[in-house]
């Protein structure tokens, strides 16, 4: 019968996407610490997931960086690097214009709409020293912009870099101003919100600033 053969695949795809935000997240988060051994299996009981989505997912994340596989020791999560740090932001810098870019020029009235409320659900979060809601927040608005940018090259690049952004936030935190963050993102989201290409690239630069000063505060202590 045909769909015998058709209709497994959309759900494993499915699975794995899961499985790899589940673990994107924990990445992120810290909750699988920089350099910390990766065991399938107790990922497994962390998503509640199957090994097989799991598994992909992890092969994902190793060709992106956010997992390393070295002889004899396994996979592990990759450590922090606080010099190649800068030229994840510069790398960053350049996929972020680029999609803010089509996104201000590819977005829906509703995509614009969402992309400014969301900036101003991180403005409140901020505004409450919510750093849980300030990240659901900042991850809502990385969703929507990327789905407006209609820019799947470049969201694919750049995913992984945002990770590793958030991952460094949530380490070095203390050295960070969560308002002044959410008020670049802002500036990213008007911009996008007009229309110009632009201004919406100009408030990309301006977060890049933001992040990239943040960067070298904590390199230089």
């Given at each position: 019968m045909p769909t015998s053969t058709t209709s497994p695949a959309?759900?494993?795809?499915?699975?794995?996407?899961?499985a790899y935000d589940a673990i994107e997240a924990l990445i992120a988060t810290l909750q699988l610490q920089p350099g910390?051994?990766?065991?399938?299996?107790?990922?497994?009981?962390?998503?509640g997931l199957g090994r097989t989505p799991?598994?992909?997912?992890?092969?994902?994340?190793?060709?992106?960086?956010?997992?390393v596989?070295?002889?004899?020791?396994?996979?592990l999560v990759s450590a922090i690097d606080l010099a190649d740090h800068l030229d994840v932001l510069q790398t960053r810098r350049v996929l972020e214009c680029l999609?803010?870019?089509?996104?201000?020029?590819?977005?829906?009235?509703?995509?614009?709409k969402a992309i400014v409320v969301r900036a101003e659900k991180m403005m409140k979060a901020a505004s409450r020293g919510n750093l849980h809601d300030y990240m659901q927040a900042d991850h809502e608005l990385?969703?929507?912009?990327?789905?407006?940018?209609?820019n799947q090259s470049a969201v694919q690049c750049v995913v992984?870099?945002?990770?590793?952004?958030?991952r460094f936030w949530y380490a070095y935190?203390?050295?960070g101003e969560i308002g002044e963050a959410a008020r670049m993102h802002m500036k990213l989201a008007e911009g996008i919100a007009t229309g110009d290409e632009a201004a919406a690239a100009a408030g990309a630069n301006q977060l890049l600033d933001y992040l990239e000063e943040f960067a070298r505060r904590v390199i230089d202590k």
């Open positions: 959309p759900s494993k795809r499915r699975a794995a996407d899961v910390s051994p990766v065991v399938e299996g107790e990922l497994v009981e962390m998503t799991v598994r992909e997912a992890l092969l994902r994340m190793v060709s992106n960086g956010l997992i596989q070295q002889p004899r020791r396994g996979l999609i803010a870019g089509c996104s201000a020029r590819r977005a829906t009235a509703e995509q614009r990385d969703v929507v912009n990327h789905q407006a940018s209609h992984p870099l945002v990770v590793q952004c958030r935190q203390h050295e």
